[in-house]
């Protein structure tokens, strides 16, 4: 499997009470469970675990450049055993 989700620009995401689980981020390398490249995220009571990155953000990642600038709000969530050589939740532009 591909990544998951994916929220870009002016996109928003609202999520609530799921399993985000198997997500592999070959191509771009972060952001396995979610990549938010601008946008916003808004995520709760949910669990995100098992995704795998080659470079940051296995569970969630806020990358790039965008305006405006990607943010999440994380509410109540278990994000755990995502492995990347960086950290399950990663954030700063590329």
Do not use: K, W
């Not at 002016?10 to 601008?38: D, R, Y």
């Not at 669990?47 to 109540?76: F, H």
């Amino acid at each position: 499997m591909d990544r998951v989700l994916g929220v870009s620009n002016t996109g928003n995401l609202t999520i609530s009470g799921v399993t985000i689980t198997g997500g592999q981020a070959v191509e771009f390398g972060q952001g396995a469970g979610i990549l938010v490249l601008g946008g916003a995220l808004a995520i709760s009571e949910c669990r995100v675990i098992g995704n795998a990155a080659l470079s940051g953000g296995g569970g969630i990642a806020l990358a790039g450049a965008a305006n405006p600038p990607a943010t999440a709000t994380v509410t109540r969530c278990e994000i755990a055993r995502s492995p990347s050589p960086a950290r399950s939740l990663s954030t700063g532009a590329r």
